[in-house]
Nanobody, 122 residues
Framework: QVQLVESGGGLVQAGASLRLSCAAS????????MGWFRQAPGKEREFVAA????????DYVDSVKGRFTISRDNAKNTVTLQMISLKPEDTAVYYC???????????????WGQGTQVTVSS
C-alpha cells in the first residue's frame, strides 16, 4: 500500500509560482509512475502531469505546458510539481497519484493523496 501526502498549496496572485510536493510512505516510489491531477469546483478531475518511474519521460496537459514541471527524487521518495506563471484557471484541488504502470488517465492510478488547494486570484 502506498500512502501519498501533498503539500505546498496556497493562495497566490496571477503570475506567481508555487511548488507542490508529494511525499510517499509505505512503499518506495522507485517503481511507480506518478501523476498530478486537479479538480476545480463543478468540474471533473483532469490530468495535469505525469512522470515515469525513472523520470526519463513526462507528459503534460496542453494548458500547462511550458509553465509546469514535474520531477521526482526517488531517493527521497518525493514527487514535485513546479508551477510558474499561474493563472486563475489553475485554481483547483491538486492530487498526487501513483501507479505501477504509467498513463494520463485517472483510471490507471490506484493510489491517491488527499489533495492540496491551489487558489490563484486575478
Amino acid at each position: 500500500q502506498v500512502q501519498l501526502v501533498e503539500s505546498g498549496g496556497g493562495l497566490v496572485q496571477a503570475g506567481a509560482s508555487l511548488r507542490l510536493s508529494c511525499a510517499a510512505s509505505g512503499r518506495t516510489l522507485s517503481y511507480y509512475g506518478m501523476g498530478w491531477f486537479r479538480q476545480a469546483p463543478g468540474k471533473e478531475r483532469e490530468f495535469v502531469a505525469a512522470i515515469t518511474w525513472s523520470g526519463d519521460s513526462t507528459d503534460y496537459v496542453d494548458s500547462v505546458k511550458g509553465r509546469f514541471t514535474i520531477s521526482r527524487d526517488n531517493a527521497k521518495n518525493t514527487v514535485t510539481l513546479q508551477m510558474i506563471s499561474l493563472k486563475p484557471e489553475d485554481t483547483a484541488v491538486y492530487y498526487c497519484a501513483a501507479t505501477r504502470y504509467y498513463g494520463t488517465s485517472a483510471s490507471v492510478y490506484p493510489y491517491w493523496g488527499q489533495g492540496t488547494q491551489v487558489t490563484v486570484s486575478s
